[in-house]
């Protein structure tokens, strides 16, 4: 394949154009705390593969709906995701209208009511 970069750490400010320019994010860390750039991306359109390590994940990805969360032992699933979403603009398209739908329950002013509600204590 080759249009695959391996871009290391890159500064908060590089982040906005290498979204608008990518085509997918793949994120295959042994270990994430949350995985901040899997927000950044989704908020970007752009679809995401994502280890199964990165705790974000399980929040924000709906495996085979807004994006696909795999397990690092199984580098098959990685590869045949990657050639699948390539292979079918379709797939792609549906891909990020399902990204749009959902990051929207991630939102400052969701964030903020669900605040609101837990000093108020009302359940959300």
């Not at 750039?37 to 495996?63: F, H, Q, T, W, Y």
């Not at 990020?96 to 939102?107: D, E, L, Q, V």
Request: glycine share 4%; with cysteine.
């Amino acid at each position: 394949m080759e249009n695959i970069k391996i871009l290391g750490f890159k500064n908060q400010k590089e982040l906005r154009r290498i979204y608008s320019e990518a085509f997918i994010l793949i994120v295959p860390s042994y270990y994430e705390t949350w995985g901040l750039v899997i927000n950044e991306a989704m908020a970007s359109d752009l679809p995401v593969i994502c280890s199964s390590n990165c705790s974000g994940s399980r929040d924000l990805i709906k495996n085979g709906i807004n994006g696909f969360i795999y397990n690092l032992k199984d580098i098959n699933f990685l590869k045949n995701t990657i050639i699948e979403i390539s292979n079918s603009k379709i797939k792609y398209l549906r891909l990020i209208k399902n990204i749009r739908t959902h990051i929207r329950k991630f939102s400052y002013i969701k964030t903020i009511e669900s605040l609101n509600n837990i000093l108020n204590d009302k359940r959300t």
